[in-house]
C-alpha cells in the first residue's frame, strides 16, 4: 500500500510542460500581421478551392494527388497566393510521402515556423512569410546537407520554369513579395494555370 501511495505521489508532483510561448497553440500566430495581405473575397475568385482550403484553411491535399508531387522540370516554386518565391526544383527531393518536398528554401525567412499542436501530435507549421498562407510542415528527416524535409502542398505553390538564377535574387524577400503583390500578382495567376502532363 505504502509503495502505491509513493507513485501516486510522484506522479501528482510531476511539474506542468508549458509550451514555449506559454499560451495555447496559435496563439502568438495569430498576433501576427502579413506584409502582404489579400481580401478572402478575391482568394475565392482566384484560386481553386483546394488552394483555397489549403492555404486560408490549413487544408492538407490527399498523398499523390497534388499535381507537383511528381513535377521534375526546373525553375522556381513560389507561393501560389502571393508569388513569392520559396524553393528551387535543385532542393526537390523523392522523399516518397506523396507531397512535394525540398531540402532548403530560396532564401532564409521566406518561410515562418510555427508550432502546430492540431491532431495530437507536435509539428513545425512551413507559412509564406509574405502572406500568411499555409504550405505544409517542416520535417528533420530530409538528406545532407541541411537534413531538412520541407512536406509541402502543391495547392500552395505556384511554379515559373527555368532562368532559376534570374528568379532567385538575394535582395531581401519582403521587397520582393510586396512588388509581387503590387504589380497585380501576375506571378501567381500564371502557376495557377500550369497542369500536370498525364
Ligand atoms: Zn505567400
Redesign the pocket.
Known amino acids: 500500500m505504502s509503495g502505491f501511495n509513493l507513485l501516486h505521489l510522484i506522479s501528482k508532483s510531476q511539474p506542468v510542460v508549458l509550451r514555449p510561448c506559454g499560451l495555447p497553440s496559435g496563439t502568438c500566430r495569430t498576433k501576427k500581421t502579413w506584409p ?1 495581405t489579400f481580401s478572402q473575397e478575391e482568394l475565392k475568385k482566384r484560386l481553386t478551392p483546394m488552394q483555397y482550403h489549403v492555404t486560408q484553411e490549413k487544408g492538407t491535399e490527399s498523398a499523390f494527388r497534388g499535381e507537383f508531387t511528381d513535377h521534375k522540370e526546373d525553375g522556381t516554386y513560389t ?6 518565391p520559396l524553393f528551387k526544383s535543385s532542393t526537390k527531393f523523392d522523399s516518397r510521402s506523396g507531397w512535394p518536398s525540398f531540402s532548403d528554401l530560396v532564401s532564409e525567412g521566406s518561410v515562418t515556423l510555427t508550432d502546430d499542436y492540431s491532431h495530437g501530435m507536435h509539428r513545425v507549421e512551413t507559412t ?6 499555409h504550405l505544409g510542415h517542416l520535417f528533420d528527416d530530409g538528406p545532407r546537407p541541411t537534413g531538412k524535409r520541407y512536406c509541402i502542398n502543391s495547392a500552395s505553390l505556384g511554379f515559373q520554369g527555368g532562368k532559376v538564377d534570374a528568379v532567385v535574387t538575394e535582395t531581401a524577400p519582403s521587397e520582393d ?1 510586396a512588388r509581387a503583390a503590387a504589380g497585380g500578382g501576375s506571378a501567381c495567376t500564371g502557376a495557377a494555370g500550369v497542369k500536370k502532363e498525364l
Open positions: 502582404v507561393c501560389v497566393v502571393c508569388g513569392t509564406c512569410s509574405q502572406c500568411g498562407a513579395g
